[in-house]
């Protein structure tokens, strides 16, 4: 079946620009993650969604950053007045449930260059 | 809190092996390991619960020590399709299901 998948694959912009990330969950999965993977860094986690709850945003950097998710469906992450330090890639990952100890299944990420 | 993962790097010839190893301050519900070639999404390899579990599958394998809080990959009789960077990620479990991730072990292995 399809995977999580996530666009643009790439994108540049100039500093100070808005930035909309998509990304696609496995359908049928109610969890839905954000990550942020800096240049030899680990993933580090931004933002989570399960079913109806509200999110989880306690790893967004700063008030740039929001994410929306539509039902059980699409996420679009979004950063605002975008900063070089923003560069990175992008992951989202989805699961089933939502639960600890459960298999999350990443998109390819989208590679964010701040110019 | 970030686990840490040793090494940092390794080179290995094919058919060599290797332990990459995760160990956290936190106590630890599950451990997650991935795999990610360059410019490719992490692969899941496996997830360990407390319990002291052992895993693996193919010449792939892993512990995971609850009362150390470390979990340990085994790579055995490596293949050039080995070669990437692994990540291990750790919850504390209950509504804590937010991973944290290591920085990752680069692994090369070459013919």
């Known amino acids: 079946g399809a995977g999580v998948s996530q666009s643009p694959s790439n994108k540049v912009t100039e500093k100070g620009k808005d930035v909309e990330l998509r990304c696609d969950p496995i359908s049928g999965h109610t969890a839905l993650y954000w990550y942020r993977q800096r240049l030899g860094q680990g993933l580090e986690f931004l933002i989570y969604?399960?079913?109806?709850?509200?999110?989880?945003k306690s790893g967004l950097p700063s008030d740039r950053f929001s994410a929306e998710r539509t039902g059980e469906s699409v996420s679009t992450l979004t950063i605002q007045r975008t900063q070089q330090e923003d560069s990175a890639v992008y992951l989202c990952?989805?699961?089933?449930?939502?639960?600890?100890?459960?298999?999350?299944?990443f998109g390819p990420g989208t590679r964010l260059t701040v110019t | 809190q970030q686990p840490v993962q040793s090494p940092q790097a390794v080179i290995l010839r094919e058919g060599e092996d290797a332990v990459i190893n995760c160990s956290s301050s936190k106590a630890l519900y599950s451990v997650h390991w991935y795999r990610q070639k360059h410019g490719e999404a992490p692969i899941f390899l496996m997830i360990l619960l407390k319990g002291g579990e052992q895993k693996g599958h193919d010449k792939i394998s892993a512990s995971f020590n609850e009362k150390k809080q470390q979990s340990s990959l085994y790579l055995t009789a490596s293949q050039l399709s080995y070669s990437g960077t692994y990540f291990c990620g750790t919850d504390s479990g209950g509504s804590n299901y937010k991973l944290t991730f290591g920085k990752g072990t680069l692994l090369t292995v070459n013919p």
């Open positions: 969604f399960q079913g109806n709850s509200a999110p989880d």
């Open positions: 990952a989805s699961s089933l449930v939502g639960l600890a100890g459960e298999k999350q299944y």
